[in-house]
């Protein structure tokens, strides 16, 4: 008996230790990017902030994470040390979103940062 | 199969030559630097970008592309001026291990060597390129051991809010928390009294820097974060005409001095340079403070 409820307890334990989070990553996630068609409030409302502003507003860019299980995105912050060294190591795409005067997207490219 | 340590018939130097070679390069490097390079493949550093190389500066048109053009072929950059004119990718590789000779690494890692890569594109008024150029910065010889903070430093010196940047410096901000209404002196006077150095003034000893660089315009004192793009709003924003006063104190940071403000509604700031000096930007602020009317 006691042989039996130590090696239910190991495997157990075991088994906990192989328990993961739940996937960050959406393989949809770019889904509802269409140029000509999404709104700059579609773009916030379905990725939150962007990581970067250019051309007062006109140009956001946001960082993507990359997760291979489900070959899903999700999106990170920016980071970076207090010298200003910048740092890619939890995204692997930079994804840079044109807006025209109406702010509607016109252009967009999924940038491949880390290979 | 038999190893001929004595040599081989094709002139190929014999073994014990090489230990005799690594010997003596051993003992040169001990009686010399201490240190031997060892080159290694060329790798990217963690955390370093990976689309970045001396054939990415050829994507790039002088004249034809735009800031768009830059951004959706490279992605987001990793640094920008104020003024959007200027933006930089960077890349870290790493080049070369480095051993020194006598010293107890504890087993950790052998220090690397790295190598900064950079791509700067300068821009017009209408965001067209106008130049770009592609650097490399740390080699065997000339080894640099940090992020080379001169290529932020560099890309202060346009403007900021349309206006033209007069002195900038890498510094330390101490925001004073509960300096509210709650100072009843002068802050200059507390320190002339020689009561200290203007944290306590400041209820600052609990308080933590932050870093970033302060920028001064002919109207304004910017602070920037280092965390935070340059062409944001900056982190603190204080028109001179707001200030009550400006003075020394000590620096908390390193032997020399520090620049306190305080404004006319009784906050105050205290700034640790790394660069410039402190007294220099103190006057120049001095200069830029309208005198306080007696009795407000």
């Known amino acids: ?115 | 199969m038999s190893f001929d340590i004595h040599g081989s018939e094709f002139g190929a130097p014999r073994l014990q030559t090489w230990f005799v070679l690594l010997l003596l390069t051993v003992v040169f490097a001990g009686l010399t630097s201490g240190c031997i390079l060892i080159p290694t493949p060329h790798y990217y550093d963690t955390g370093s970008r990976q689309n970045l190389t001396a054939q990415s500066t050829n994507l790039i048109q002088p004249g034809v592309d735009t800031i768009e053009d830059v951004l959706l072929k490279l992605g987001e950059p990793d640094n920008v001026s104020p003024d959007e004119r200027r933006i930089s990718y960077s890349s870290k590789k790493i080049i070369g291990l480095m051993i020194v000779i006598g010293v107890d690494t504890d087993g950790s890692e052998l220090p690397d060597i790295p190598q900064y890569h950079f791509l700067d594109i300068t821009l017009d008024n209408q965001g067209v390129v106008t130049h770009r150029e592609f650097t490399k910065v740390g080699t065997y010889l000339k080894q640099v051991e940090t992020f080379p903070r001169e290529r932020i430093d560099r890309l202060l010196t346009n403007s900021i809010g349309g206006e033209e940047i007069i002195a900038s410096s890498r510094a330390a901000w101490f925001p004073c928390p509960g300096s509210d209404g709650s100072i009843p002196e002068s802050a200059l006077t507390t320190i002339s009294r020689g009561l200290g150095h203007g944290f306590g003034l400041c209820g600052a000893p609990g308080n933590q820097p932050v870093f970033g660089c302060l920028m001064l315009t002919g109207s304004t004192l910017n602070f920037m974060k280092t965390t935070q793009w340059l062409n944001e709003p900056p982190a603190l924003s204080l028109r001179y005409d707001s200030l009550a006063e400006c003075g020394l104190c000590e620096s908390r940071l390193h032997s020399g001095s520090a620049l306190i403000v305080r404004t006319k509604d009784n906050h105050c700031c205290i700034f640790d340079f790394d660069g410039i000096s402190a007294q220099s930007t103190c006057d120049l602020i001095q200069g830029k403070i309208k005198p306080t009317q007696p009795g407000k």
Not at chain 1, 54 to 83: A, D
Request: aromatic share 10%; proline share 3%.
């Open chain 1, 1 to 115: 008996m006691k042989t039996k409820f130590l090696a239910v307890l190991i495997l157990t334990l075991t088994l906990v230790g192989c328990v993961t989070g739940p996937s960050k990553g959406r393989a949809d996630l770019l889904n509802f990017l269409a140029d000509n068609q999404t709104t700059k409030e579609e773009v916030i409302l379905n990725l939150g902030q962007p990581s970067g502003r250019f051309e007062s507003e006109k140009i956001l860019t946001y960082r993507l994470g990359y997760e291979s299980g489900n070959k899903g995105c999700y999106v990170v912050e920016r980071v970076s040390s207090w010298s200003g060294e910048p740092f890619w190591a939890n995204a692997r795409y930079s994804l840079v979103l044109v807006f025209d005067g109406q702010n509607i997207l016109r252009k967009h490219s999924l940038v491949e940062v880390l290979r």
